[in-house]
């Protein structure tokens, strides 16, 4: 089937820098997105990798590793507003398909 | 610039009465269109996901049904509620390769 794993809550302090990982299945696999979402909210798109690499957006980047089936998003300067789950999706033909989030925890 | 659409914003409804969600996206064409639905504190879920007028596909079997009458509307339907049927439900779009996908703002169902 087509899953992805990702961290179910990562806690960080204002200003600093956290890596919220994602492994997903390589079946019909061709490209790994991020999404934010705020509590009541709904989901923002972040970023998107098709190739191996950082793409990078303001204080967010985003990786990707095929070969190791994996990726990554990258926020840099923490600010409490960034307080917020972070999912990673995979784009398997027609469709994406979300992993659990990871509630992320910006402490001042 | 395009924007989407859904509502109502808040729903509350008995078990086994019927459910009209509607969803429609301005400033573009022939978007792929998708249903969703979020339980608390948990990821999204794919219903439905629609490709053209009156393509529709079904991807979790349950007692929902989804139609596509017109190119920029996508509406989610049950002709009765269960309890397990409350949730977030989330109406996106994109334009044909699914990696940039726009979200409305959501209907939060509650069926007592």
């Known amino acids: 089937g087509q899953s992805l794993e990702q961290p179910s809550e990562v806690t960080a302090v204002e200003g600093a820098i956290v890596q919220i990982n994602c492994t997903y299945q390589?079946?019909?696999?061709?490209?790994l997105s991020w999404y934010q979402q705020h509590d009541g909210g709904a989901p923002t798109f972040l970023s998107y990798?098709?190739?191996?690499g950082l793409e990078e957006t303001g204080r967010f980047s985003s990786f990707l590793s095929r070969s190791d089936s994996y990726g990554y998003l990258l926020l840099q300067e923490l600010q409490m507003k960034d307080s917020a789950s972070y999912f990673c999706?995979?784009?398997?033909?027609?469709?994406?398909?979300f992993g659990a989030g990871t509630i992320l925890r910006v402490k001042s | 610039s395009q924007t989407i659409h859904q509502w109502p914003a808040t729903l509350v409804q008995p078990v086994g009465s019927p459910l009209s969600l509607e969803c429609t996206v301005e400033?573009?064409?022939?978007?792929?269109l998708y249903w969703y639905r979020q339980a608390a504190g948990r990821g999204l879920q794919l219903l439905f996901y629609s490709v053209g007028i009156g393509q529709i596909s079904s991807e979790v079997p349950q007692n929902l049904s989804a139609s596509r009458p017109q190119d920029r509307q996508f509406i989610l339907s049950s002709k009765k509620l269960l309890l397990s049927d409350s949730g977030f439900y989330l109406c996106?779009?994109?334009?044909?390769?699914?990696?940039?996908?726009?979200f409305g703002p959501g209907t939060r169902l509650t069926v007592l």
């Open positions: 990798n098709a190739l191996d």
């Open positions: 400033g573009t064409s022939n978007p792929n």
């Open positions: 996106a779009w994109d334009k044909g390769v699914p990696d940039t996908q726009y």
């Open positions: 999706a995979g784009s398997y033909g027609n469709k994406l398909v």
């Open positions: 390589t079946s019909g696999f061709y490209g």
